[in-house]
């Protein structure tokens, strides 16, 4: 089972500010790696895939990057409906496995 | 547009089977590549993939869950419904289904449904 580790797990930043997230994979999973946004009470929405395409109706400023086992999510100017939790998950290999989240909290 | 909806118990005893529907509108598992995942999240942590059902009956399991998973599909009433055996409280969570495109290996879910607590109890 391919594990998928997050960091940090909990990031504080200011509205406005330009965020980064980290998820790296225990082995390679080439570009098969989405991006999930959830926000308390609701369920996770999709924001990318092949770690660098964004789904339907993802606005610009999400953006995804890396390939093989590290990978990145940045959020350009972080708005007050960004902060939530965000999921890894890498679809290249069963079983389907999660990050365990970060956390964007407002500073 | 595309929907999905669990339904099911909310309560569960330890021991039980539970059995949770996903009806859905908006796309038929009679199409090519689709498919309709699990997944489940524990209150307060993260989320875990439970198993996968395809538009040509393939189905694929979590292996850590498999001997306790069943998912099948009725394609006329538009629904799938996964099956977990004996039930312990460490299975409390938030239960959701969703829509797996079509696409090469595009393993990823891009429509849910609201999900639906399930607790196990005695």
């Known amino acids: 089972e391919i594990v998928m580790t997050q960091s940090p797990a909990t990031l504080s930043v200011s509205p406005g500010e330009r965020v980064t997230l980290s998820c790296r994979a225990s082995q390679s999973v080439s570009s098969r790696l989405a991006w999930y946004q959830q926000k308390p009470g609701q369920a996770p929405r999709l924001l990318m895939y092949g770690a660098s395409t964004r789904a339907t109706g993802i606005p610009a400023t999400f953006s995804g990057s890396g390939s093989g086992a590290e990978f990145t999510l940045t959020i350009s100017s972080l708005q007050s409906e960004d902060f939530a939790v965000y999921y890894c998950q890498q679809y290249d290999n069963w079983p389907l496995t999660f990050g365990q989240g970060t956390r964007v909290e407002i500073k | 547009q595309i929907t999905l909806q669990e339904s099911g118990p909310t309560l569960v005893q330890p021991t039980e089977t539970l059995t949770l529907t996903c009806t859905f509108s908006?796309?038929?598992?009679?199409?090519?590549?689709?498919?309709v995942g699990w997944v489940r999240q524990p209150p307060g942590e993260a989320l875990e993939w439970l198993g996968l059902i395809y538009w040509d009956d393939d189905k694929r399991y979590s292996p850590s869950l498999k001997s306790r998973l069943t998912i099948t599909r009725d394609t006329s009433r538009n629904q799938v419904v996964l099956t977990m055996t004996n039930m312990d409280p460490v299975d409390t969570a938030t239960y959701y289904c969703a829509h797996r495109p079509s696409g090469d290996y595009l393993r990823v879910f891009d429509y849910w449904g609201q999900g639906t607590l399930v607790t196990v109890s005695s």
């Open positions: 908006g796309f038929s598992l009679r199409t090519s590549a689709v498919g």
